[in-house]
């Protein structure tokens, strides 16, 4: 595609319940981020991918939280038994190098808006 | 451990100048510059290097200190496209894996 797709762009979930965001990044483009950003906050890191090997999960916040990418493509963002602090905008980039320190730019989704109630 | 922006908000009218700091405790590799307006998602700006090149946009600058750990960005002759809020993008070196961490952002308006 031309950009960055994520889905759902909305998703309202109840507390306890999983959630499965999706991020199509541009095609062939090597390295896929996920970041989480509350409202006026910079973007948050959560972890990367270059092509399907997740090379850091540090800023996964517990391990409720994982994601995969199992084809080097298309990535997902599971969040499992969700709470209320779980709310915020999830935004998945994706950059044509190696990264980070390839000097690539960041090309980001529209993101998921995620409200647990 | 997130890079250190300020101000936190400044309010220009269409034309005026304005600079944005972002200050690390580590050392960088590159610093990126990036505007989100609100709703949408952060557009990339520019990219500095190590040993001073820069890549991005024709009407804004910016410099990049390595010593110091800091990178301004200069917003001249404003528009009010110009309005968002900025966000520098660092890659670090952090427990023996490179990072890409942003800062805490500043949000400008412009005034007509």
């Known amino acids: 595609g031309a950009g960055v797709s994520q889905s759902p762009r909305y998703k309202v979930t109840k507390r306890g319940q999983d959630v499965a965001l999706r991020c199509d990044p541009i095609s062939g483009h090597v390295s896929l981020y996920w970041y989480r950003q509350a409202l006026g906050q910079g973007p948050e890191f959560l972890t990367y991918f270059n092509y399907e090997a997740q090379q850091d999960k540090s800023g996964l916040p517990n391990d409720r939280f994982s994601a995969e990418r199992p084809e080097g493509s298309i990535s997902t963002l599971t969040i499992q038994r969700t709470e209320q602090r779980d709310s915020a905008m999830y935004r998945c980039?994706?950059?044509?190098?190696?990264?980070?320190?390839?000097?690539?730019?960041?090309?980001f989704g529209s993101g998921t808006q995620l409200s647990v109630l | 451990q997130q890079p250190v922006q300020s101000p936190q908000a400044v309010i220009l009218r269409e034309g005026e100048d304005a600079v944005i700091n972002c200050s690390s405790s580590?050392?960088?590799?590159?610093v990126h510059w990036y505007r989100q307006k609100h709703g949408e998602a952060p557009v990339f700006l520019m990219i500095l290097l190590k040993g001073g090149e820069q890549k991005g946009h024709e009407k804004i600058s910016a410099s990049f200190n390595e010593k110091k750990q800091q990178s301004s960005l200069y917003l001249t002759a404003s528009q009010l496209s110009y309005s968002g809020t900025y966000f520098c993008?660092?890659?670090?070196?952090?427990?023996?894996?490179?990072?890409?961490?942003f800062g805490t952002g500043t949000r400008l308006k412009v005034l007509a």
């Open positions: 993008g660092t890659e670090s070196l952090t427990s023996g894996t490179y990072k890409y961490i």
């Open positions: 580590k050392a960088l590799y590159s």
């Open positions: 980039a994706s950059s044509l190098g190696r990264g980070p320190a390839t000097n690539e730019k960041l090309f």
